[in-house]
């Protein structure tokens, strides 16, 4: 009899501890971070923020944003979609295993940090350390319609997974996540396209998507080589 080798995993829990103690992730420990099982060893420490998960079209509970931050996990029921906001379980796979349509942005940010230097381990995402700053979901194919509760609960969780982590610099991987929530941030940060939107492979006077990302990775790695 065949014996299947367990599941590898290309994350850390070593901050579990202290994520526990943030108010959202108590609620929705399914959407902590996902920390590369390589981010604490990296010779500098990247935390990519992005927009949100999305729920599936027939889900509804997640349209009202004051019903969403006062619910919890154990209010799905099975098969209302709790892994499409499981961000560990989402990126936790290899270099060429995102294959879904919706998982484009993981592919687009595996291959860059590839490009830009992370070669090391069975995914270029075992470096860096990844959430989305908005904590509610949009609907499925969807940008998120931002409410004043998505603001507040997104700027706290996010200054608390930076007290956590400790990174040396922050790329936010959606204009419209950096343009609401980066603004009282004092660790170096920038924003680039999203990298499954168009602008990721579309020249501008900056370059493309892909190429500013590229730029603020190696940016942030030669400003900690030279602290």
Sequence with gaps: MAVTEPEKNHYS??????????????????????VGCRYSEAEARILLVGESHYL??????????QGWYQGQESDFRLGEGLGWIHTREILNKSTGEWRKQGHAIYRNLDSALFEAGFRAGDSALENIAFMNGFQRPARERLSLNVT???????RKTLAAVIDILRPDG??????????HLSGELRVPHSSVPHPASAWWNRASRRGTGKDQFIQQVSRIRSGRAGS
């Design 13 to 34: 829990e070593a901050f579990d501890e202290a994520f526990s103690r943030v108010p959202h992730y108590l609620a929705y420990p399914r959407m902590r971070p996902f």
């Design 56 to 65: 599936p079209e027939n889900q509804t509970r997640h349209l009202d944003a």
């Design 148 to 154: 004043p509760e998505d603001i507040e609960v997104g």
């Design 170 to 179: 922050i790329i936010f991987v959606s204009r419209k996540a950096a343009r």
